[in-house]
């Protein structure tokens, strides 16, 4: 997945209205039944294999990853190093940056408020943002190589945000201007606060009209600050209070303290002769190991491979964990059903992650994988994060996968696919 708010280098109504059919939020669906060939028992030998492979051959620094299945741990394994030059091991406790998978994270703390009433997936974002109120589509130039804008066809609202039909954008458009306003403006500049961030984002046109192209964004980055107006509490603080603190995520935040910071891994860069170098200190920590104004939505949280099974378990078990309900049954099944419907056909680099809808912060799968596809079962919902971070959860087979890995750019090394492919028991292609 690229990262839509990889901004370092710039610092550089209850539930239940789901199930009575609130407008705009699509029912949950029924999960399909699982396809043909998948295991009914995970191989821990074959995960083995599949990730010391890429140690062995040197295309991985470190990786590790854990899984469980019908609610108990079937493997854990970590291989190579996550720092070479420092010669730290990948180890279980290993503090990773997951970046995207923040997104997740922010899905279900907005949803919580919507479990309370306080805002409705159909109504408008400028409602609680009016920073976005008077925003504008992008459609070309005149004669005289001026910019034209459009008024919306329709108010961007918050399922937009949830599922990346806003019109919104951060460097996947194919539109210049646009990108070239959002670069100018800055708006993921860490020095800004969320509110500062919205009112930048305010100023920079969209790509599309909202609701008619699958198009990744800062939209999360939106979403926290909705977490944040809604509840009165910034966005960490709601985190922490409402998420990490009740499931025992004790290693996940934003920042970084020293007592901690020998456990972080660090980043590499891979080179097309597969080499890899590993990233300063000031490029790959600048975000965590500082305290910054901007609490993004988007990317920025670390993470364990145990803390962040803590947060998937609870998505499989339809939002509880030992005891602690952090959502209702009914909020799990809609954010983890498709909101796209047929008529999104541009959806950017959507298909590539395989046959995929989208729901609220989630990618969904919607048809069995096929050719050369990684893979998965129909009804399970996952996302990536830009250093090459995976999970996700099948609810069919009672499955919750997480992978660590941190190397930059995205997907030059088929990891994501060998990892599926051993989870599942698919042969290898020859």
């Not at 806003?166 to 100018?184: F, L, N, P, W």
């Not at 919205?198 to 977490?227: F, I, K, M, N, T």
């Not at 949280?301 to 952090?326: H, K, Q, W």
Request: glycine fraction near 8%; aromatic fraction near 10%; proline fraction near 6%.
């Amino acid at each position: 997945m690229k990262c839509a708010a990889f901004a370092v280098m710039g610092l550089l109504a209850l539930a239940g209205c789901a199930a009575q059919g609130e407008a705009g939020a699509p029912a949950p669906a029924a999960v399909a039944p699982p396809g043909a060939g998948i295991a009914a028992a995970v191989n821990p030998a074959r995960i083995d294999a599949a990730l010391r492979g890429f140690i062995d051959k040197s295309a991985l620094v470190g990786v590790s990853a854990l899984v469980f299945k019908d609610d108990r741990e079937v493997y854990f394994g970590a291989f190579g190093l996550a720092d070479r030059e420092a010669r730290a091991p990948m180890r279980r406790d290993t503090l990773v940056q997951i970046y995207s998978m923040t997104k997740p994270v922010t899905g279900v703390a907005l949803m919580q408020l919507y479990e309370h009433g306080l805002f409705k997936l159909d109504e408008p974002v400028a409602k609680y943002i009016p920073e976005l109120a008077d925003v504008k589509v992008f459609a070309g130039f005149d004669k005289d190589k001026k910019p034209i804008f459009e008024t919306p066809h329709r108010a961007m609202t918050i399922l937009d945000l949830m599922r990346h039909t806003s019109g919104m954008t951060t460097g996947y458009s194919g539109i210049d201007y646009v990108e070239a306003e959002m670069k100018r403006l800055d708006s993921a500049n860490l020095a800004h606060p969320l509110d500062a961030e919205a009112r930048l984002l305010g100023q920079v046109p969209l790509a599309y009209h909202p609701g008619e192209h699958w198009l990744y964004s800062p939209a999360a980055d939106l979403q926290a600050l909705l977490v944040e107006r809604l509840s009165g509490e910034p966005f960490d603080q709601y985190l922490q209070r409402h998420i990490f603190g009740p499931l025992r995520m004790i290693d996940t935040g934003y920042y970084v303290g020293a007592e901690r910071r020998g456990r972080l891994a660090a980043i590499y860069d891979w080179h097309d002769d597969g080499s890899m170098t590993r990233q300063s200190d000031f490029k790959a920590f600048a975000f965590n190991t500082q305290h910054w104004p901007l609490t993004p939505g988007s990317f920025g949280l670390v993470s364990t491979l145990d803390d962040y099974m803590r947060f998937a378990r609870m998505l499989e078990r339809e939002g509880e964990l030992d005891g602690v309900r952090i959502l209702k049954r009914e909020t799990v099944r809609l954010m983890s059903t498709n909101q796209l419907p047929a008529e999104i056909t541009d959806r950017s680099w959507l298909p590539s992650k395989g046959r995929m809808g989208f729901g609220l912060d989630f990618a969904v799968r919607t048809a069995q994988p096929q050719g050369d596809e990684a893979a998965g079962t129909v009804g399970e919902f996952f996302w990536d994060g830009a250093a090459n971070t995976l999970f996700w959860v099948d609810p069919v087979n009672r499955i919750t996968a997480v992978l660590f890995t941190q190397y930059f750019p995205f997907g030059k090394v088929p990891l994501h696919k060998a990892f599926r492919d051993a989870v599942y028991g698919v042969a290898p292609a020859p």
